[in-house]
């Protein structure tokens, strides 16, 4: 079975051009997260879907990010414009979380990430 | 809120060496705990889950103790291999969340040394 598929795995960019991110989750999870981890950061949360629905995006930096999930195999992670401190690698991930009982067991499956440079 | 501290890396050990990585957390309610590993130019992998207090998850030779008493859930390997050397992610759930959400631990480097 496939995991958590994200493309592009490597991103070179210039300051002030767009970057859109891509993650296609594992069929049947219904929770999404999108992660940055840098050196000096860590691991960060972003923002996290539930049933496509944005849940939690106080993670996001500036209005220069944003994401959507038009539906549940798909969603986007957009840096307009882009500078060179977003350089770092985007890690998508998707759960069972559930829209009422909970029922998860936890944990989560990571994509291979993608690494952005920002020149 | 929610929050897990880690001991602080690297951590370096020679092969067959005993292993400990420190977490602690603070929660309310009853929350599961987590190892997550990452291997280089890998993304975060399950190592090891506790869902309740006492509860011992383990994995590949890792173990790791559900303290509710001490707000603890220290990793432990009796004798590490070079193939050990990744960074580890100690981290929890609540599960009165209905999203999945996990807060992680900053993470500890591990480098295993022949």
């Known amino acids: 079975d496939a995991g958590v598929i994200q493309s592009p795995r490597h991103e070179v960019t210039e300051m002030g051009q767009e970057v859109t991110l891509r993650c296609k989750p594992i069929?049947?999870?219904?929770?999404l997260f999108w992660y940055r981890q840098t050196m000096m950061r860590g691991l960060e949360l972003l923002i996290y879907f539930n049933n496509n629905v944005p849940i939690d995006d106080s993670g996001m930096p500036e209005d220069r990010f944003s994401a959507k999930m038009p539906n549940a195999s798909f969603s986007t992670l957009k840096i307009q414009p882009s500078e060179p401190r977003d350089s770092a690698v985007y890690f998508c991930?998707?759960?069972?979380?559930?829209?009422?009982?909970?029922?998860?067991?936890?944990?989560?499956?990571f994509g291979e990430g993608s690494r952005l440079t920002v020149l | 809120g929610n929050s897990v501290t880690q001991m602080e890396g690297p951590v370096t050990l020679s092969e067959e060496a005993f292993l400990t990585i420190n977490c602690t957390y603070t929660?309310?309610?009853?929350?599961?705990l987590f190892w997550y590993v990452q291997y280089p130019g890998e993304g975060l992998q399950l190592l090891l889950k506790?869902?309740?207090?006492?509860d011992k998850g383990s994995n590949k030779g890792f173990e790791a103790t559900y303290r509710k008493e001490t707000t603890s859930f220290h990793l432990e390997k009796g004798s590490v291999q070079v193939s050990d050397s990744a960074v580890y992610f100690c981290a929890l759930s609540d599960k009165r969340s209905n999203t999945g959400k996990l807060i992680f631990g900053q993470g500890t480097t591990l480098q295993v040394k022949p």
């Open positions: 069929s049947g999870h219904n929770s």
């Open positions: 506790a869902t309740k207090a006492d």
């Open positions: 929660a309310t309610g009853y929350p599961s």
């Open positions: 991930a998707s759960s069972l979380g559930s829209g009422g009982t909970f029922s998860n067991t936890g944990e989560l499956f």
